[in-house]
């Protein structure tokens, strides 16, 4: 099981463009969520998919937007690019039972974006 | 979401066991503890969760207060590799739950 991977790993891009992050969940994942990790600080969450709908959002502008597919993989979106967009950005997957019981969070490497 | 503190940083040596603290004085009922590490360099991994009881498994034990206003994570006998990041996260676990992240102890291992 190759677990949660992202791409690209790495990426600059120049302020005021656009970026698509893209992850894979871990096997038998239905559900995908999306953190940004400023250096030095904690991930903060971005928004979760669930069945190809965006199921909860963390406190992040319109700039930012995901898909998830019919497969399960997602993407991320982040238009307008500003400079305050440099981090590094995770996926997680998780399974869903349907609200009952615990399900840990599984956790790619991280796509480090830098914009100048 | 309910708050959890942590100390900024902790010191051990190897093969001593550490133990890390987690303040959580406004926990609500349904809260899990949960508990993810981040290696430099990688992303968070799931180490231990509870809810009300003391739980093992084969990285660390959590113990959790009888209030459950505190938990402390122990790792049995630190080695080099558990030199990382230690997150203690309260959520209501499910599937549908979002990590709340605060900056984590920055466990460093001496050798």
């Known amino acids: 099981d190759a677990g949660v991977t992202q791409s690209p790993t790495h990426l600059i891009k120049t302020r005021g463009q656009q970026v698509t992050l893209r992850c894979s969940p871990k096997s038998g994942h239905d559900t995908v969520s999306w953190y940004q990790q400023a250096l030095g600080q904690g991930p903060q969450f971005i928004f979760q998919y669930y069945e190809e709908e965006e199921r909860q959002r963390g406190n992040f502008p319109d700039r930012f937007s995901g898909h998830q597919f019919p497969n399960y993989s997602s993407e991320l979106n982040v238009n307008a690019l500003l400079l305050g967009d440099s981090a590094l950005y995770l996926c997680?997957?998780?399974?869903?039972?349907?609200?009952?019981?615990?399900?840990?969070?599984?956790f790619g490497q991280g796509t480090r974006l830098t914009v100048v | 979401d309910a708050k959890t503190t942590q100390p900024n940083s902790m010191e051990s040596n190897e093969e001593e066991p550490v133990h890390l603290p987690c303040n959580h004085s406004t926990i609500s009922g349904t809260d899990y503890i949960h508990w993810y590490r981040q290696l430099p360099s990688q992303g968070p991994e799931y180490v231990i969760h509870?809810?009300?009881s003391n739980v093992n498994n084969r990285m660390a034990s959590l113990a959790i207060a009888e209030d459950r206003k505190s938990s402390t994570l122990i790792l049995h006998r630190a080695t080099l590799r558990d030199a990382a990041v230690y997150y203690c996260?309260?959520?209501?676990?499910?599937?549908?739950?979002?990590?709340?992240f605060g900056k984590g102890t920055l466990l460093t291992v001496n050798p």
């Open positions: 997680a997957s998780s399974p869903d039972f349907g609200g009952a019981g615990y399900t840990e969070a599984f």
């Open positions: 509870g809810l009300t």
């Open positions: 996260i309260l959520s209501s676990g499910g599937s549908n739950y979002k990590l709340t």
